[in-house]
């Protein structure tokens, strides 16, 4: 039910993936008034692996976050991550509100042991390659200490490894620059940690204009910062598409070379296309729930319905306890950190 | 002397600004032995209206900023602020370290009465218009508090109301959406402040996507944030130009429309240009200093030089002054905001 568009764009989503996925099932949580008319015209044998928990309750957008736990027992979002908590169904996706997904998120699910709470992580594109990088946070917890970042790059790290088949993914903290002196008091202590940490591969500060050249597979940094990265990048690639659509209209002249340069721009715009952007994951909880962005469309809200899937067949939430605890005892060997501080 | 190209980018730009501006003299303050060979075929006009303070003493961009007041009073940067200090000029450019030129202006020329600390003030573009917007802090100051976010505010709009002549900028402040519970506490109290006080057009909160679609004129931040934005956006510009360049190179028939298409590329680049974004003010200082970049080229410096002479027609440090005054004496009625906060 969640996000601008609710099942019109949700539903057919699923349609898709069930018809991608012959062993994947989904549990459809909401209206079944307005659910029941979109799944007309599905096969038999697809319509087989589709149910629906009724609800008609869907969180208002503009309620405070603190009041799903009071008010919201009975919606969408909750009833899922219900099912999730009960074993009902492997993972959860939604397009509803961050905050109140996050809230709901660790009320049911309870944070990984080792992990304080839980991050958003985004996947974003990498010029010199067809792989892209991991951000995280990028909006669940606004201000972070030196342990949280140290617990998104531990995160961050095993997502990456099993995402994109990479080894020792290169972990860096998001800074205002490379030298040692520079950053927060939570960026200078986390990267103390990092370095004395054995098993991760971290590779120092990266700063903001280097995020889309690949210097790093895992970028590191509080929720507020991730958020202001990924929104102005997705905000100045609608710019630029938008100041070149102007262009274009410009005259007759203009136009036709604009369809002539279209399949230039393609490349280009697979690479960079915001609607790729989605399906940020909540990491850190014992289960599994992919945030869509709200104004994803069927596209972009598959993609987010894949994330899930990928976290799922790697067990991700077990994968993460396993790497936090094998992380903690070798951690403290480093002279530099206090062990508290973890 | 500083940048990443010392003065065979600062000169040729100093030689052109001079030429542009019949009534401009220029100190220029470094290696007379490396100067002179540029200021060659000048005419004599114009050679008459630049001297030279001469020194062999550049700030080493590897020094910890702390060390500069001790070490380096015979650098070029600090000989420089301190002719703003004296008098003997009217304002400083410089594409040295920022840190280093943060800590001689807080040094030598003080803040002004009623602002804690200088921000750093950049100018970004807006689509749907010719003019820009301002966007501070983009890294004086790594966090902020409330009180700080009120004075960049002031700041903010003194600049861009006679810069871009407009009568009550829009003042925004920079959030992770637009409901009144998010942001951090500062954000929070700081729009509290801001809500409460007269003769200040401010307009809520802006999401990261909305900067630069011009939805506000002058948009707050913290340091770490400001700098996350205009670096990513500026990495982005890189990235996605590489990609077209890329695209562009695959075979003759795209060769040929990347030529034909170049001329509907120019407008974007332009508008989107990062030598455009040059010539980041320090403001909040009882005196005038312009932050170049410091792989500025040469019309990138011009720029800056072009914001310093901006500042000091409008004579700024006396609007802050001013405005801070005014602001202070009706900020007290807003019934929501206790006194000791500002």
Redesign the interface.
Known sequence: MGGDFGPSVTVPACIKALQQHPDLFLVLVGSQTQIEPLLKGMSASTRERLSIVHTEVAIDE?S??GSVLRKYKDSSMYLAVSLVKDGLVAACVSAGGTGALLLTGRHLLKTISGIGKPAIIASIPV?DSEQRCYLLDV?AD??CDASQLYQYAVMGSVLDSVTHVRENPRIAL?N?GH?E?K??DQIRQAAQILENTEGLNYVGFI???????GKADVIV?D???G???I??????????E???H???QRNLF?RI??L??A???R??RE??DPSQFNGASVVGLQGIIVKSHGNANTTAFGHAIEEALNELSNNLPELIRQKIIAMKTINVSGAAVSHDIL
């Open positions: 503009e405070p976050p010029l909006g606004l201000t998001l205002v030298e002196h950053g927060t700063e903001s204009n280097e995020v889309f050249i940094c929720g507020f910062s958020n202001v990265l929104k102005s990048s997705a905000g100045l690639v609608r710019v630029i938008s100041l070149f102007d262009s274009v203009y070379l604009g002539l340069a399949p230039l721009l490349p280009l690479r960079i």
